[in-house]
């Protein structure tokens, strides 16, 4: 993915030789803010990526009108209690039983529904950001996160104890 604003060749390749040079120049705090910024600059990338993907894609027959893949979320369950397969937006994951039990218990477990939104995101921040991170989801309000509230209540209930 080459970010829009980057010159071809001699150019680019030029402005990667100067900050390989900077970088001897630059103590850790500096190079720890650099990262961030790149990483900030590849996100913005391919969320600009992304949105011009579901444009095309939410012209796509197979799904229902106005939802696109950005937006659904689907839990498959293995047979015997094995993995549980997380899709949610474009990102497949793998998520033990424990960790779904616990999605399960925050999205019932909160007196509203948008403190349930809060809860499940700052869960997943703690303990499975790579979710958050390949789904692309920056915030509890992101249509990802209420799908998969959704998601989970369709799919399980809360067990009596």
Known sequence: ??????????????????????????????????????QALIHNARVEQMQTSSEEAADEPSRPAGESARETVSIEKAA?????FLTIGRARKVMAPEEMKRLVRVCYAAETRSEALRQLFTVLVRERRDILTDAMIGGPDNPLILALFNAVRETYRLEDR
């Open 80 to 84: 015997g209690g094995g993995p549980i």
């Open 1 to 38: 993915m080459k970010p829009k604003n980057v010159p071809a060749g001699s150019t680019r390749a030029r402005w990667e030789k100067e900050l390989r040079a900077s970088i001897a120049q630059i103590d850790e705090k500096g190079l720890r803010f650099l990262l961030r910024q790149a």
